[in-house]
């Protein structure tokens, strides 16, 4: 239905955009099989409401961190909206995410702990001890 008025609709990473033209009428977002609106309703020539619009700049203009979003509002050149603050968004957040390291090979990412000296000789007469865990294969070994 939406098609055949005319709306372009575009889905990509969980969301989905309705635009006229170049506008975002609506927005939605992907949970299993449904996508729920999330976009207030419009009134008037506006088709943005005015909460998401600095979210929807973001968006177009690639993503740009909050400081350069600022700088555009005070040079005029993206509107500015009631409160000038900006949702986290979640696409930066897993942008920046890093993967958490894991060993792919024995000793391939080892713990260590060097303690010392001690008041009591071990049975070798060391005073020193270092203890190695492997991440990969969980082992662990101490040497006095
Ligand atoms: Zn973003």
Not at 4 to 10: A, E, H, M, P
Not at 63 to 81: N, T, V, Y
């Amino acid at each position: 239905m939406l098609e055949q008025k005319g709306f372009n609709i575009l889905l990509n990473q969980g969301k989905m955009f309705v635009r006229s033209g170049n506008q975002v009428v609506m927005e939605a977002d992907r949970e299993h099989i449904l996508y729920y609106l999330t976009a207030k309703a419009v009134d008037g020539e506006s088709n943005i409401v005015s909460d998401e619009s600095l979210r929807l700049w973001h968006m177009r203009l690639g993503h740009p961190a909050e400081g350069s979003m600022k700088e555009l509002i005070k040079k005029g050149l993206i509107p500015r909206d009631n409160s000038n603050k900006m949702d986290p968004c979640e696409q930066c957040i897993l942008g920046k995410a890093k993967k958490a390291l894991y060993p792919t090979t024995p000793l391939g990412y080892i713990h260590s702990d060097l303690w010392g000296p001690s008041s009591i000789n071990s049975i070798g007469g060391r005073r020193y001890y270092l203890s190695i865990i492997d991440d990969y294969t969980k082992s662990s070994g101490s040497i006095f």
